[in-house]
């Protein structure tokens, strides 16, 4: 007998991370320059969202903690020749592959916010990295702005394989995983006996 009983599996923090991240990522990437200021407490916005989301990935709810879903490279590379032949184990939490994306995410996240304080600070003299470059000239602009669309770009690219791995497990399992990352929770589909 199947239970489908429902479980709460996200809680309000990782949902709020995560759709707060995704809308803060959206504004930054489409507005760009157009509206600077807008564009980098986007970022700032960013990185207060992953500092947060790191400090609870340690002591947040069971499913939110990195020891829930952080595995070792052959257990990943294992899930996504599963998923390939459409036999992937379900998680209830994150499966090896979604926890390697938000590794893969957040570090990028990071090095593109990163590299965004550093070229405000290098081409408008501003924010908290602005005193490095007070008397370089412009040298560093045209490099920091490569480096900081690099990785913007990258993490789009990520987020699009994302996006795939969601509608690929939904379908294998069939479930709504973005449902669940709106209202937190998960059928529970534990084999009764």
Avoid: C
């Avoid at 807008?38 to 709810?61: A, P």
Wanted: net charge neutral.
């Amino acid at each position: 007998m199947i239970d489908t009983t429902q479980i709460k599996v996200w809680d309000p923090l990782v949902r709020f991370f995560h759709w707060s991240l995704v809308s803060a990522f959206f504004i930054a990437y489409v507005i760009d320059d157009d509206f600077l200021s807008i564009h980098i407490w986007s970022g700032y916005l960013i990185f207060g969202i992953i500092s947060i989301r790191f400090l609870w990935g340690f002591i947040g709810t069971p499913y939110a903690r990195f020891s829930n879903f952080i595995y070792k490279p052959a257990t990943i590379i294992g899930f996504i020749k599963d998923t390939f032949n459409l036999r992937a184990k379900r998680y209830l939490g994150h499966n090896p592959a979604g926890g390697a994306m938000i590794i893969t995410l957040m570090i990028s996240l990071f090095l593109t916010v990163i590299s965004g304080v550093i070229l405000l600070g290098a081409e408008e003299l501003a924010g908290p990295a602005a005193l490095w470059f007070s008397q370089a000239g412009g040298f560093w602009s045209e490099p920091l702005e490569e480096s900081h669309e690099f990785f913007a770009n990258f993490t789009l690219f990520l987020i699009l394989i994302h996006i795939l791995g969601v509608i690929v497990e939904s379908i294998i399992h069939k479930e709504n995983l973005v449902s669940s990352m709106l209202s937190g929770f998960k059928k529970n589909k534990t084999n009764l006996g």
